[in-house]
């Protein structure tokens, strides 16, 4: 039977199907090398990558194996150590990277590496390292761990050069302890400053609380710091409170401070002081530390110190109240006589509790006018004419009695009352010209005393001129007398007691200069002050009989005040021969308890009535009666 159709087409079929099965396995080899090829195009992609982010890295790129040894280091790793690739490539880090004696040891290092592994965690480290020409800096490494295909562990690190900001770090550091410094230290001397002070006294007073020990407190005050000033300038001044806090620190121990709490003061704390013997030993070693001389302009300058010195009682944690305790004590060393070592023991605190109560009544007393006032005359010398009145204030003390002007004035001036209490003796000066103008002698010169802290007072001047004013009174018969040892500042200044004294001048006043002669700076107040006059130191006017340096002193300031046209008094003479001698050499007004001592204003009427304003003078000892 012959070959049909059919057999044929199957043939063909089958042909096709192969054919097509070729065809689709062609494809899909092209399509599988496609892929191949842009797998391995994407391998080389990621390889340039990869090589191309670790040569152009700013960072350097190292891989060691977890013995140290460097398999493979990037270029930039290269450049930040200085080193050629030999130097570096299977060598350790600790051959070339650390500074001479400072390269950790290499065990310690593989345990570092090894706990950081089996933590999990990479680790951060900051090393000072050394490049090749010798030159340091600082290097912070970051490390981690990969494995290799045989599963080898490599460590990779991540290196970077941080010395900008490790300076920049160090510098704000720096500033910031300089300023937590000098927020906390005296600028000249650098001993602790007044709230360190306190910081560090209330700490070891609660530390004393808690272990029982007792804490010292020693305030001390440089004797005659003033006389450096003006003797030497004020750069010998601040050579001496640099030498006194040098010689402080370098006598106590770690433990203790020493602080600058004033001009001229500092204190000591101590702690673990155990009793009064021990602490008064120490303020004693200390005043001797502080008196030894110390050169400035090549010459050896010498200061001293008084010390008050108090020990806390346990429980006590207030450092005010020791500090109180030891500035009494320093009160009684310096009104001793200065360079004096006091510790506040009980009897000195039962003292502290009298004066407490008399600091109370003595403001009671000013509050409520319980304070009386006298006056002295002052005496034409050729005449015998009561030129004038001196106001002084006294206190009459209901249970301790009269107490004197030099133990309540200081105290007046601790509690801020100085400028009151003078107000009032300007109130009693004032009433008192009234009863003489009113009696016919209107020409008697009424003063009174004005402190710093009077002349400071902002309607001081407007209240004495309404009450001259008032009164109907020539201001040139009211003087205001002013210490000597005041402090003058420029003429500028709105509040200076120099600016105040030229106003009281111009407005017409009399302004003396009191005590003149026993300071350092009378002549040269003679020259920058507006005053009309002055009264001579009595201390001067009684030596000048039994020292002629002393007499030809007074001698020559009386000449002197006549050429200048300034009114003169001599104050303390107590005695004919001192009168005649001053009336010999020419001065012009005395004042003294010869003539009288300080009566009331009752017994001062007298006296000017009773002798009808003129005065024989006796040329006795014979003190003339006040009535």
């Not at 933590?119 to 340091?136: K, M, P, V, Y």
């Not at 005659?224 to 001496?240: E, L, P, V, Y």
């Not at 121990?253 to 008064?280: I, K, Q, Y």
């Amino acid at each position: 039977m012959p070959a049909g159709p059919y057999p044929l087409l199957a043939v063909l079929a089958v042909v096709a199907v192969l054919v097509a099965g070729a065809v689709l396995a062609v494809v899909r080899i092209r399509r599988l090398e496609a892929r191949i090829r842009g797998a391995l195009a994407a391998e080389r992609r990621r390889a340039t990558y990869y090589r191309m982010s670790a040569e152009n890295a700013r960072d350097g790129l190292v891989i060691h194996d977890t013995n140290l040894t460097i398999l493979w280091a990037n270029p930039a790793y290269l450049r930040m150590m200085g080193q050629p690739a030999e130097k570096v490539i299977g060598h350790t880090p600790l051959d070339f990277a650390f500074p001479p004696g400072e390269a950790p040891r290499k065990e310690d290092v593989i345990a570092t590496l090894r706990a950081a592994a089996e933590s999990g965690r990479e680790a951060l480290h900051i090393f000072r390292n050394t490049r090749g020409d010798g030159t340091q800096f600082w290097n912070q490494i970051n490390f981690g761990f990969q494995s290799d295909e045989k599963g080898e562990s490599h460590v990779v690190l991540v290196c970077r050069d941080v010395t900008r900001a490790v300076e920049q770090e160090e510098d704000v550091r720096r500033i910031r302890d300089r300023l937590e410094h000098e927020a906390r230290h005296d600028g000249l001397t650098g001993a602790a400053n007044r709230t360190e002070f306190l910081r560090f006294t209330r700490e070891v007073l609660e530390g004393g609380t808690r272990t029982g020990q007792r804490v010292a407190l020693l305030h001390i005050d440089l004797d005659r710091f003033k006389d450096i000033n003006d003797t030497h300038g004020h750069s010998a001044g601040d050579a001496a409170l640099i030498h006194a806090a040098r010689e402080l620190k370098g006598a106590v121990r770690r433990s203790d401070m020493v602080a600058r709490v004033g001009g001229d003061e500092f204190v000591v704390v101590c702690p673990g002081v155990p009793d009064l013997a021990t602490l008064e030993r120490l303020a004693r070693g200390l005043a001797a530390a502080i008196a030894r001389p110390f050169r400035f302009n090549d010459m050896n300058l010498y200061t001293r110190a008084s010390f008050g010195c108090a020990l806390s009682t346990l429980g006590e944690t207030d450092p005010q109240a020791l500090l109180l305790q030891s500035d009494f004590a320093l009160y009684e060393a310096k009104h001793a006589g200065r360079s004096r070592v006091t510790v506040y023991d009980e009897g000195l605190h039962q003292r502290h509790i009298r004066m407490q109560r008399r600091a109370t009544d003595l403001r009671d007393a000013v509050e409520t006018g319980g304070l009386d006032h006298v006056f002295q005359p002052v005496v034409e010398l050729s005449t015998g004419r009561i030129a004038g009145f001196e106001t002084l204030v006294r206190w009459h003390h209901e249970t301790e009695g009269i107490i004197s002007p030099a133990d309540f004035l200081p105290m007046a001036e601790d509690l801020g009352l100085l400028a009151t209490l003078d107000l009032l003796s300007m109130e009693a000066a004032l009433s008192m010209k009234r009863r003489l103008g009113a009696a016919g002698y209107g020409q008697t010169v009424l003063s009174f005393n004005a402190s710093s802290d009077l002349l400071r007072h902002p309607s001081f001047i407007n209240r004495l001129v309404f009450g001259a004013e008032a009164a109907g009174m020539d201001r040139s018969q009211i003087a205001i007398e002013v210490l000597e040892t005041t402090v003058f500042t420029d003429q500028d200044e709105r509040d200076s007691p120099a600016r105040i004294i030229r106003d009281l001048r111009d407005a017409g006043f009399h302004v003396y200069l009191d005590d003149f002669g026993m300071g350092y700076a009378g002549l040269a107040h003679l020259a920058e002050l507006a005053i009309t006059g002055i009264k001579l130191d009595q201390l001067l006017v009684k030596r000048m009989l039994t020292n002629e340096t002393s007499a030809k002193i007074v001698a020559t300031i009386i000449e002197l005040c006549r050429d200048l046209g300034l009114r003169m008094i001599a104050e303390g003479v107590e005695d004919a021969t001192t009168a005649q001698r001053l009336r010999q050499m020419g001065c012009p007004l005395i004042q003294g308890y010869w003539l009288s001592p300080p009566v009331s204003g009752d017994n001062a009427m007298a006296f000017v009535t009773g002798h009808n304003g003129t005065i024989a003078l006796p040329r006795s000892r014979r003190r003339l009666s006040a009535v």
